[in-house]
């Protein structure tokens, strides 16, 4: 019969121990430091993202003649729009990753560091 831990990483003995771990980790500078950059970026960049896609589905359904206007040949703006969304998304991912190997991946890393150190 095998224990419920075996075959894990053991951080701590109990779930009790990883709780109690978690909570101290928790409260650490690094971790502080750690949600706050996440959220300063993800926060703001969800808003400036909805809010773009929003003004697409409004002038889409409230502005017909300007969405409908083309641009070159058979596309219209609202085509424009529309793949202009894609885009939007693809380079969102690509500031992200950025910006976690800069400013989030060094400080988890720390914490998973302090994590075995503390559990040791």
Not at 48 to 69: C, P
Not at 71 to 87: K, P, R, T
Not at 101 to 114: K, M, Q
Request: charged letters at 25%; hydrophobic letters at 45%.
């Amino acid at each position: 019969m095998t224990s419920p831990t075996e075959g894990r990483d053991r951080i701590g003995t109990t779930p009790v121990d990883d709780s109690a771990l978690y909570l101290r980790v928790q409260q650490t500078d690094d971790f502080v430091e750690l949600r706050r950059s996440f959220r300063r970026f993800v926060f703001p960049m969800t808003a400036l993202f909805l809010s773009w896609y929003l003004l697409y589905v409004i002038a889409s359904g409230w502005a017909r003649d300007f969405m409908s206007q083309k641009v070159i040949g058979e596309i219209n703006v609202a085509y424009v729009f529309g793949l202009l969304q894609f885009v939007s998304t693809f380079l969102i991912a690509y500031v992200y990753e950025r910006f976690a190997n800069r400013r989030l991946d060094p400080l988890a890393d720390r914490i998973a560091r302090d994590i075995k150190e503390i559990a040791r």
